[in-house]
């Protein structure tokens, strides 16, 4: 019941909605949150071999958990960081009244995926998910006053105290919002399983037995759900490009020697305004004192294929974008002798922005009247 219940509050969270879109990092980034830990039973068994007598088992209750992180992400999806954790647990019998607590706290080394939606699925959601695994050390200390039976029927009850450190695994499931208004800042909801390999640890935690005897306690394979909501500050981001400006030409008495045409992402295509515009500098250089038309194209910095084919293709892009307004020059009667024509790529952005930006002002050919 109770971990339906936390399934089902990380799952509300994750629904929400937001109103930006949540973006891949780019360069180091912090992270920090805590929520509900729920622990498994643990079975064990005293001296660490079984006695004959079978295996005691520790209960717990309720929980919670605490985490901190610095990590890197390489533009791509991908990430690494080293967090440090902190869990804590209610110990419990179900008859009597003692009680105690236990708690776990180490590192891991976690590497994680952001699923971009728009690029893999071209699904517009404002959410990107994540997955991740992680490897470390915890160490577990109990402090327990209740009463835990060593074995089976017949066998000593005992009380746990001590600290022990093993090996320990994580699996990570998230989801990341980012915060209207606040570039790189982002909310988090995610659910962790932690597995911590107890019975490889080195030495025992100690348990002491009514019957005055007292030694090592064994225990088994220790899992943790967790269902944390955090919050993640990326630290090289740009600011919101502005909205995208209309292709229009200023009105002026004479007819202007530069003209700007625009083109969606990835596109090479022109629209009804884009062949207008192209249409006006056609006219213009019949009426103005012009030798030579120079036709530039360019790209923003994304790419449909990132990485290192990513600076190659935007070049080839540029190129096809001054290719379909040179067509169209000549389709209004420029000579295509007049016309000449570059591909500049990612080069010389009409508005500066971060890396991995797509800033539609940046996605044009200009055309110039020499």
């Not at 533009?75 to 607590?101: F, M, P, Q, T």
Request: proline share 7%; no cysteine.
């Amino acid at each position: 019941m109770r971990l339906r219940a936390a399934l089902l509050a990380t799952s509300l969270l994750a629904a929400t909605p937001f109103a930006a879109k949540a973006t891949t990092i780019t360069g180091p980034y912090v992270d920090i949150g805590g929520g509900y830990n729920l622990t498994q039973t643990q079975h064990m068994r005293p001296g660490g071999t079984d006695d004959g007598n079978g295996y005691g088992r520790v209960g717990h209750r309720h929980g919670w958990t605490g985490f901190g992180s610095v990590g890197w992400g390489f533009g791509n999806g991908l990430r690494a960081e080293v967090e440090g954790a902190y869990n804590w647990s209610e110990i419990y019998r179900k008859s009597g009244s003692d009680k105690g607590s236990d708690r776990s706290y180490g590192g891991f080394i976690n590497v994680l995926y952001d699923i971009d939606l728009k690029r893999l699925f071209n699904i517009d959601v404002p959410v990107t998910p994540f997955v991740g695994v992680g490897a470390g050390y915890l160490w577990q200390n109990v402090n327990s006053n209740t009463m835990v039976a060593m074995g089976g029927a017949g066998s000593p009850n005992a009380r746990l105290h001590g600290t022990n450190g093993s090996f320990a695994y994580q699996g990570i499931v998230g989801a990341a919002y980012d915060i209207p208004g606040v570039p790189g800042l982002q909310m988090t909801t995610e659910y962790r399983m932690v597995g911590q390999v107890e019975s490889f640890g080195m030495g025992y935690i100690k348990g002491a037995a009514t019957d005055g005897s007292s030694g090592g306690v064994r225990f088994d394979h220790r899992f943790n759900h967790q269902f944390i909501v955090g919050v993640r500050y990326a630290f090289n981001n740009a600011p919101p490009p502005p909205p995208p400006a209309p292709a229009v030409v200023p009105p002026a008495p004479t007819a202007a020697r530069t003209y700007l045409v625009f083109f969606d992402w990835d596109g090479a295509a022109l629209t009804g305004r884009s062949r207008e515009i192209v249409a006006e500098a056609a006219q213009a250089s019949t009426h103005v004192q012009t030798t030579r038309i120079e036709v530039n194209g360019y790209t923003d910095n994304t790419s449909a294929h990132p990485g290192p084919r990513g600076e190659k293709y935007n070049l080839g892009l540029s190129m096809r974008r001054a290719d379909s307004v040179k067509a169209e020059l000549i389709r209004d009667g420029v000579p295509a002798n007049a016309i000449d024509i570059h591909g500049y790529g990612e080069a010389h952005p009409l508005v500066p922005t971060g890396p991995d930006t797509r800033e539609p002002q940046n996605r044009r050919v200009e055309i110039i009247l020499h």
